[in-house]
């Protein structure tokens, strides 16, 4: 039987030529040349290196920080005394921990809304010389070390308090949180209000450039439909930079958790814990280490070591719920719409 071709049916396409399966790492990922591979196996050696740093890291605190607390007669972690090389040695980390988390509160509470403001306003209401004005001088504090924030703090900042504690003690003294017996205002208000100038320009410079990344179609299309400028930034905006924002706020505070030398300028440290924010003393983590570490025994030591290993978990943790808060927002960024 006799096959002839159909002349109106077409000739099947060519096969293209398939290459043969990629048989290591370096092809499976794209990589044909020998530059490509050299720069995968840094990349990947780099991000190792940072897990054997990390681990190298909390190897050392917790061995450090296991002798300090197998002397320790008293609870390490509700004892309001610091005496590690007394006889017994009785240290604790309460006031610590209760001085940096409530210092870091006040510092996001304040920083984060001004800082999400002055984005917004450059990005979306200034005029574009305004805007990169006031984004150089942002650009400028962030670059200022905190030895100047904190000389700034305690020549300026500190002796031009009283006026707003004694407005806070007349109007909310009743609350309790903001009663003032007339003290000098080194306190924990006072080192919030300085961490939250400090961490402004972080979270300021990282929310911009979020912000600048909104698709211009979303805001075109909010603007046909009739929102307003503000309903735009509403409904557009604010959910497209959310997951940015809150990472911009988590680098602000991990800076204002780990602060040491302009918080030991500014803070009068004790070992209370008041529940006035305008009442001077209390203390923080790296304030407590950077103060006395020079003159620690070498018990000593090992306790503001074990401070140290508390403030690095404190840290993991942020970092991890805001990977947390961040993955769980990726559908409002609108990069895929």
């Not at 780099?46 to 002798?67: C, D, K, N, Q, W």
């Not at 017994?88 to 800082?115: D, H, K, R």
């Not at 305690?154 to 004694?166: D, E, I, R, S, W």
Request: aromatic share 8%; no cysteine.
């Amino acid at each position: 039987m006799d096959i002839t071709t159909d002349p109106q049916k077409p000739a099947p396409a060519p096969v293209p030529h398939q290459p043969p399966a990629a048989q290591d790492d370096g092809a499976a990922h794209g990589v044909t040349r020998p530059g490509d591979r050299i720069f995968l196996g840094m990349s990947r050696g780099s991000g190792i290196l940072v897990l054997v740093i990390m681990a190298a890291i909390a190897a050392f605190l917790t061995y450090r920080a296991s002798i300090a607390i197998s002397e320790d007669e008293a609870n390490f972690f509700t004892t309001f005394e610091w005496n590690p090389s007394g006889v017994p040695s009785e240290f604790g980390i309460a006031v610590l921990a209760f001085g940096t988390v409530v210092s870091s509160i006040v510092a996001m509470a304040i920083a984060v809304p001004i800082a999400v403001g002055i984005a917004l306003f450059i990005t979306h209401y200034a005029p574009r010389r305004l805007g990169g004005t006031i984004g150089y001088v942002i650009d400028l504090l962030a670059a200022v070390p905190s030895i100047v924030y904190g000389l700034w703090g305690a020549l300026v900042l500190v002796p031009h308090m009283n006026g707003l504690y004694g407005w806070l003690d007349e109007y909310l003294g009743w609350t309790g949180v903001f009663e003032w017996n007339g003290g000098a205002p080194r306190s924990l208000l006072t080192v919030g209000i300085l961490l939250a100038i400090m961490i402004l320009p972080i979270i300021t410079n990282v929310s911009r450039e979020v912000f600048r990344q909104v698709p211009q179609m979303h805001e075109e299309a909010a603007l046909a439909l009739g929102a307003t400028r503000w309903e735009v930034i509403r409904m557009s905006v604010l959910p497209f930079g959310r997951s940015g924002v809150i990472s911009a706020s988590m680098l602000g505070l991990g800076r204002a958790l780990g602060e040491t030398m302009a918080v030991a300028m500014v803070l009068s440290p004790t070992f209370d814990i008041s529940a006035s924010l305008l009442d001077p003393g209390g203390g923080t983590f790296a304030q407590n280490i950077a103060s006395k570490f020079n003159e620690a025994t070498p018990m000593g030591r090992d306790a503001l070591i074990a401070s140290g290993l508390v403030l690095f978990v404190i840290t993991l943790l942020v970092n991890g719920a805001a990977r947390m808060i961040i993955a769980r927002r990726k559908e409002y960024s609108g990069a895929n719409a």
